[in-house]
Nanobody
Framework: QVQLVESGGGLVQAGGSLRLSCAAS????????MGWYRQAPGKQRELVAL???????TYADSVKGRFTISRDSAKNMVYLQMNSLKPEDTGVYYC????????????WGQGTQVTVSS
C-alpha cells in the first residue's frame, strides 16, 4: 500500500513561516496529483494546494500569495512552504495523493499539527 508521511508541523507566531514535507512510498509516475489539505477545529477538511503530474499548481484563495507547493520527484517528496502565517491557518495538515487509476481511493497521511499563535 502507498504510505504518506508528513512532517514539519509545529507552533509558530503569526507572520512566521513553516515548511511541511510529505514522503511518499509510491513513485510519482503512479500518481495523478499530490496535495495538501487541512482541517481546523470544528471545521471540515479543506483543500489547501495541489500539484499535478505536469507541474501545474492550484491554491485555495485563502492561501494564495502566501503558500507554495513544490515537489522533488527523485526523492518522492512534496513540500508546502507556508509564509505570513495567520491564526486561521491553524489545523491538522494532511498530505494527499490521487492514483492515476480512475476510481481508486485517494491516499492520505496521518497529518501534522500546525498552530499559529496571535
Amino acid at each position: 500500500q502507498v504510505q504518506l508521511v508528513e512532517s514539519g508541523g509545529g507552533l509558530v507566531q503569526a507572520g512566521g513561516s513553516l515548511r511541511l514535507s510529505c514522503a511518499a512510498s509510491e513513485r510519482f509516475t503512479a500518481l495523478n496529483r499530490m496535495g495538501w489539505y487541512r482541517q481546523a477545529p470544528g471545521k471540515q477538511r479543506e483543500l489547501v494546494a495541489l500539484i499535478f503530474s505536469g507541474g501545474t499548481t492550484t491554491y485555495a484563495d485563502s492561501v494564495k500569495g502566501r503558500f507554495t507547493i513544490s515537489r522533488d520527484s527523485a526523492k518522492n517528496m512534496v513540500y508546502l512552504q507556508m509564509n505570513s502565517l495567520k491564526p486561521e491557518d491553524t489545523g491538522v495538515y494532511y498530505c494527499n495523493a490521487r492514483p492515476r487509476v480512475f476510481g481508486r481511493d485517494d491516499y492520505w497521511g496521518q497529518g501534522t499539527q500546525v498552530t499559529v499563535s496571535s
